[in-house]
């Protein structure tokens, strides 16, 4: 079965936590952390079908942790970020069928 982009983000947020633990997650730079992440050790570039550019990517974590946050976005951030991630870099997502 093949991973979702939000499945990928919610690794992402694990993975950086434990890499972060000693500040209890605290970093001020976290969007260039998880774009490096997303782009050199996980598999967002396969599922965009594009490889985004880093600091367009950068941008569009921070403007999308901004608009969940000012916006009251129901449900899981991991799967809005992915939505619009998705419908930002002009990829239809490939099926997600188990």
Known sequence: MERSLSELLHE?????????R???????DWASWYANWL?????????????????ELIYMLVKLDRDFTSEGVEGRWEDYYAAQLEQHFGVNARSQAS
Do not use: F, N, Q, W
């Not at 000693?22 to 001020?28: E, H, Q, R, W």
């Not at 782009?39 to 600091?55: A, C, F, I, N, Q």
């Open 39 to 55: 782009l050199d050790l996980s598999e967002m570039t396969e599922l965009l079908g594009t490889k985004p550019v880093r600091s």
């Open 12 to 20: 992402a947020a694990e993975t950086h936590h434990v890499v972060y």
């Open 22 to 28: 000693i500040t209890d997650g605290d970093d001020p």
